[in-house]
């Protein structure tokens, strides 16, 4: 049959008192090897299981982490949620997850997420939130818990960054589509104008194309919204460009997608009439036909190396004061629809 014990019914009967059984709970080095056996094999006998809201209160923890995406419909949000979740789960920590476009107002996620961080409701937060204002930002710094920010820099503010080079990830693949394929005539399609990645990818689009001395007066550049029926709809913009272009860069692959599945209903073969590359290293990307040219974000490292940090400042809050940024580095991977 089974029985509920607390933590005094386990010390009546293994003979001890109750911080003798919650030192031995805990690992504790205080408890003689002989006492611990005797608490363990009456905590096995009656199957009993620690009130985990006792345990945090007497921790002053809650063991869980505050995770804010703007989705998880995206192709990489999944890879931030893995990497994030296998190393919590390793130190036992739960997360809480907050989705900014869940059917409600951003602003109303916002201040959902804010609440939970400013409330303590976790020890600590790891932040995606591309549109976040400053004055939210000063809110989430003055809440005195570790927070991690993904893929934007709030130092200034006392807060750690998981940041990916998207400007030297861009660089290498218009050095790639000059010096390998000597195209000169690149339009690139940018994502949403609050976006900070898509405007780090259309500087390093420049930079590249002014160090291969190559005309930046007229550029042809197209703005989308990162989806892939935004690339559908902006196509109808570029095909009137088409004959004045040798490659179309996106600044990411969905939109990528959305232009190259246009291409091909006007017969128009992509790698050979036009290269089209993008952004990002889909999971889906090497598999369309034919497969994209991209620049790999190593998301999966980003969730992982944000849960890292989180845990090291709720950890160790005396070691680790000064914000950090943590920048990480893209990958150019070569397919076929440069023109390779």
């Known amino acids: 049959m089974f029985l509920k014990l607390t933590i005094s019914q386990i010390a009546k009967l293994a003979g001890v008192s109750k911080s003798t059984v919650s030192r031995a709970l805990n690992g504790s080095e205080y408890v003689s090897e002989k006492t611990k056996r005797r608490i363990l094999e009456i905590i096995r006998k009656y199957d009993y299981v620690p009130d985990s809201k006792a345990v945090s209160l007497s921790k002053k923890k809650t063991f869980t982490v505050g995770l804010v995406l703007p989705s998880t419909s995206g192709p990489f949000y999944g890879e931030v949620i893995r990497g994030v979740e296998e190393v919590l789960s ?3 920590y739960f997360t809480l997850l907050t989705i900014l476009d869940s059917g409600q107002d951003v602003k109303q996620a916002r201040k959902r997420y804010l609440s939970m961080i400013r409330e303590k ?20 710094s003055e809440s005195k818990i570790p927070i991690v920010f993904l893929l934007k820099d709030f130092q200034d503010f006392g807060i750690d960054s998981v940041m990916v080079d998207n400007l ?13 394929h000597g195209y000169k005539r690149i339009a690139f ?3 949403p104008e609050v976006s900070d990645d898509s405007e780090q990818r259309f500087q390093g689009f420049v930079e590249s194309l002014k160090r291969h001395n190559l005309c930046c007066d007229d550029l042809l550049v197209f703005n989308s919204d990162f989806t892939f029926e935004g690339g559908r709809k ?12 040798e ?7 969905e939109m990528a997608l959305g232009i190259i599945e246009e291409m091909k209903k006007e017969g128009i073969q992509i790698g050979k009439d036009i290269a089209v590359v993008g952004f990002d290293d889909a999971f889906w990307s090497a598999y369309i036909d034919p497969p994209l ?3 790999h974000q190593p998301m999966y490292e980003v969730g992982k190396i944000s849960a890292q940090r989180v845990l090291e400042r709720i950890n160790n809050p005396d070691v680790f004061k000064d914000p950090v940024k943590i920048m990480l580095q893209t990958q150019l991977v070569v397919r076929k629809s440069c023109g390779c």
């Open 121 to 140: 409701r976790v020890d600590g937060a790891i932040v995606f939130d591309p549109t976040v204002d400053k004055t939210t930002v000063h809110k989430l």
């Open 247 to 253: 490659a179309i860069f996106c600044a990411n692959d």
């Open 90 to 92: 390793a130190k036992k």
């Open 168 to 180: 030297s990830g861009s660089a290498r693949m218009v050095d790639h589509l000059v010096e390998v």
């Open 293 to 295: 040219t991209t620049v």
């Open 234 to 245: 902006v196509f109808q913009e570029l095909r009137k460009k088409l004959n004045k272009l």
């Open 189 to 191: 399609v940018k994502g």
